[in-house]
């Protein structure tokens, strides 16, 4: 079975990590026309009529540059540019979010290009000030790196681990058997999804799965496997995959996140799914790619 979410990091890109330092192979690359470059107001992006817009390095603004790597012949850069650039136009600078419309069909092969860049602004924009002494930070590293300019320590990008599982209960693969989804306060009615939650200091992520489910359920968890990863720099998570089996059943909401929870078999799945009264999510994300491994198949509708 092909998992949908996979589609987003099917073309990966040569990061280059060992050469942000060498200036003047990064100058020599720059001056290469042939680079393309997407340029980041803040943390948006202003697609055109056909897609996302990279641009030469000889139109390229200036800004922080950020070296993203090479695939094929060329080399692939983002310019952070000041946030308020996208203030005259806010309704065509988009969030990431709203760009993965445009990550699609023939353009999704840019999906780890624009990943990499987004996540990079929005760690730019978020980390501006040194939280050791408050000093100014620097980029270097071709924008890899923030270093202070009053206690010299540096600053790297982070990723967030957060977990996102499927839960089912009862005889694996009998028409009895159930998963757990639930809903958020703020989704439109009908709008149901795997739960998720962020990984804690000192904490297991298989002791995260079972947490999370308890608090925002109250169903129990056991055994708990891995299913696989994604990045989803929203603003800096990586969203890692498992599935997990139920001891207990009984649902108890005392999490405000969670409006509803509730079990569905596979024929409960298909028949609200195909009346449209049950939405998933939608196909590039790795929670979609959870439910139809426990379905057996694809299943339509999504957000």
Same mark, same amino acid.
């Given at each position: 079975?092909?998992?949908?979410?996979?589609?987003?990091?099917?073309?990966?890109?040569?990061?280059?990590?060992? +050469?942000?330092?060498?200036?003047?192979?990064?100058?020599?690359?720059?001056?290469?026309?042939?680079?393309? #470059?997407? #340029?980041?107001?803040?943390?948006?992006?202003?697609?055109?009529?056909?897609?996302?817009?990279?641009?030469?390095?000889?139109?390229?603004?200036?800004?922080?540059?950020?070296?993203?790597?090479?695939?094929?012949? #060329?080399?692939?850069?983002?310019?952070?540019?000041?946030?308020?650039?996208?203030?005259?136009?806010?309704?065509?600078?988009?969030?990431?979010?709203?760009? +993965?419309?445009?990550?699609?069909?023939?353009?999704?092969?840019?999906?780890?290009?624009?990943?990499?860049?987004?996540?990079?602004?929005?760690?730019?924009?978020?980390?501006?000030?040194?939280?050791?002494?408050?000093?100014?930070?620097?980029?270097?590293?071709?924008?890899?790196? +923030?270093?202070?300019?009053?206690?010299?320590?540096?600053?790297?990008?982070?990723?967030?681990?957060?977990?996102?599982?499927?839960?089912?209960?009862?005889?694996?693969? /009998?028409?009895?058997?159930?998963?757990?989804?639930?809903?958020?306060?703020?989704?439109?009615?009908?709008?149901?999804?795997?739960?998720?939650?962020?990984?804690?200091?000192?904490?297991?992520?298989?002791?995260?799965?079972?947490?999370? #489910?308890?608090?925002?359920?109250?169903?129990?968890?056991?055994?708990?496997?891995?299913?696989?990863?994604?990045?989803?720099? +929203?603003?800096?998570?990586?969203?890692?995959?498992?599935?997990?089996?139920?001891? /207990?059943?009984?649902?108890?909401?005392?999490?405000?996140?969670?409006?509803?929870?509730?079990?569905?078999?596979?024929?409960?799945?298909?028949?609200?799914?195909?009346?449209?009264?049950?939405?998933?999510?939608?196909?590039?994300?790795?929670?979609?790619?959870?439910?139809?491994?426990?379905?057996?198949?694809?299943?339509?509708?999504?957000?």
């Amino acid at each position: 079975m092909t998992f949908p979410h996979l589609s987003l990091v099917a073309d990966p890109h040569d990061r280059l990590g060992l +050469l942000r330092t060498d200036e003047a192979w990064l100058q020599e690359r720059w001056a290469d026309r042939s680079g393309r #470059v997407l #340029v980041i107001a803040g943390t948006r992006v202003r697609p055109g009529p056909d897609g996302l817009e990279w641009i030469s390095t000889a139109d390229a603004p200036d800004g922080v540059r950020v070296l993203l790597g090479v695939r094929g012949d #060329v080399t692939w850069w983002a310019v952070i540019v000041p946030g308020e650039v996208a203030k005259a136009e806010p309704e065509r600078w988009l969030p990431l979010r709203g760009l +993965l419309p445009f990550l699609g069909g023939d353009q999704v092969g840019q999906a780890p290009l624009v990943f990499h860049a987004v996540g990079l602004a929005e760690w730019h924009w978020a980390h501006r000030f040194c939280p050791r002494c408050g000093g100014a930070l620097t980029p270097r590293a071709a924008g890899h790196e +923030l270093v202070c300019a009053g206690c010299g320590k540096p600053q790297f990008p982070r990723s967030d681990p957060a977990v996102i599982m499927l839960i089912a209960s009862g005889e694996p693969g /009998s028409p009895d058997e159930r998963c757990l989804l639930g809903r958020n306060h703020a989704w439109p009615a009908g709008r149901f999804s795997t739960l998720a939650g962020f990984c804690e200091p000192g904490e297991s992520l298989e002791d995260a799965v079972r947490r999370e #489910v308890q608090e925002e359920t109250g169903v129990v968890v056991g055994e708990v496997s891995y299913f696989g990863n994604q990045p989803w720099p +929203l603003p800096s998570s990586l969203m890692l995959g498992f599935h997990g089996r139920a001891v /207990s059943e009984q649902i108890r909401l005392e999490d405000d996140e969670v409006e509803e929870a509730r079990w569905f078999t596979r024929a409960d799945m298909r028949r609200q799914a195909e009346a449209g009264s049950l939405v998933l999510p939608g196909g590039v994300s790795i929670s979609r790619s959870l439910v139809e491994d426990w379905y057996g198949g694809p299943l339509p509708g999504s957000w």
